[in-house]
């Protein structure tokens, strides 16, 4: 098995902190945390999740993904998930992500496997102790630089499909379709661009986000695998169960029972 690097900055600027350069191999990073700092990640191989803040991301091979300061997130491994990442703030930190156009809804980029040389050989034999802090931070402004305008040339559009389906997902009738109609955009156009720009097709976007929200509202209380469903979008019970295992790995009617004995116990 291949063990984690984390490569720790024992230097420190008022202007661009880079704090930690770390290969994740071992899923981590799986568990909801709320992220201290900035951070930018790469993925070398494999495939998983990036959830965050009610969103959910699909990461592949040579996507780029921003975690932003006091982000409530996970990574988790669908597929033998191998990334890196550099934990970075300071003043310069805010006005870079400004800069790049990094926003909530403009955090993932794909299709940036070049990139993934120069951060495998900076993690594993550039970085030091004496130059760790040079080398992430090396890293980090190539990989802003290699931000170019044609990744955010959709930008608006892409935000107004995600704010709108994130307004309104509980509603079965929601789709691409219903969508376009609304923007006065055509329905393929919408779902090729969708699907450019965020590395997964719409209607997996909008399984994988009211899924999401399946599993808070069980955390919070409902005990219905029919209530989950109709308050996340879904019309039928059983095809919400087999979208829900399929992406959780466990059914809703087991998940809920997990959940109860896990608070029995507290």
């Not at 926003?103 to 993934?116: K, L, P």
């Not at 069980?218 to 029919?226: A, F, H, L, Y």
């Amino acid at each position: 098995m291949i063990e984690n690097i984390c490569k720790m900055n024992p230097y420190r600027s008022s202007d661009l902190i880079t704090r930690r350069f770390v290969y994740e191999t071992q899923n981590e990073q799986a568990s909801p945390r709320e992220a201290g700092t900035h951070a930018v990640a790469l993925v070398f191989s494999g495939n998983g999740s990036f959830l965050h803040n009610m969103q959910c991301d699909v990461l592949t091979t040579g996507t780029l993904f921003f975690i932003m300061k006091k982000d409530l997130f996970s990574v988790t491994s669908n597929e033998d998930l191998k990334y890196c990442y550099i934990e970075f703030g300071g003043r310069r930190a805010d006005e870079y992500l400004d800069r790049f156009g990094i926003t909530e809804t403009n955090r993932i980029f794909v299709h940036c496997e070049n990139m993934i040389p120069f951060w495998q050989e900076s993690i594993g034999y550039s970085a030091q102790n004496h130059n760790v802090d040079l080398i992430s931070e090396s890293v980090l402004l190539y990989t802003l630089a290699h931000l170019t305008p044609q990744e955010k040339k959709h930008h608006d559009v892409t935000e107004q499909i995600i704010s709108l389906t994130h307004d309104r997902f509980a509603d079965a009738d929601l789709s691409i379709t219903a969508i376009a109609d609304e923007l006065g955009y055509d329905a393929k156009y919408l779902s090729s661009l969708f699907k450019k720009k965020k590395g997964v097709a719409y209607t997996q976007y909008l399984r994988e986000l009211r899924i999401r929200h399946a599993v808070f509202l069980i955390e919070e209380g409902i005990v219905s695998v029919k209530n989950a469903a109709l308050l996340s979008g879904f019309r039928d019970a059983l095809y919400f169960s087999k979208v829900f295992t399929s992406i959780q790995g466990i059914t809703p009617k087991l998940y809920i029972q997990q959940v109860a004995d896990r608070k029995n116990q507290e």
